[in-house]
């Protein structure tokens, strides 16, 4: 007979082989089918997709400058006593 103090134990390992096993069943699939696809290529020239944007009149790419940021002087961290 098993151990008293180990029945935690062989109910830990007993629920990991359970869900270890339903991962396996759900993962490995089913045996009844092939699972066989039939595809057939795409038509020549496809669909056309035509996007209409509103005009706002401002330039395609509007010249812009950046300057950098003025670099801040270094501080010298203060020594925690």
């Known amino acids: 007979m098993a151990d008293r103090n180990n029945n935690g134990l062989y109910f ?7 869900v270890v ?11 009844t089918g092939t699972g ?15 996007i209409d944007t509103p005009d706002t009149g401002a330039a395609a790419s509007p010249d812009v400058s950046v300057e950098p940021a003025p670099a801040d002087p270094a501080t010298t961290p203060t020594p925690a006593n």
């Open 21 to 31: 096993a339903l991962l396996f069943f759900f993962m490995s699939g089913s045996n």
């Open 36 to 50: 066989t696809v039939e595809t057939t290529a795409p038509a020549a020239g496809g669909d056309t997709v035509i």
């Open 12 to 18: 830990i390992v007993g629920g990991i082989v359970v």
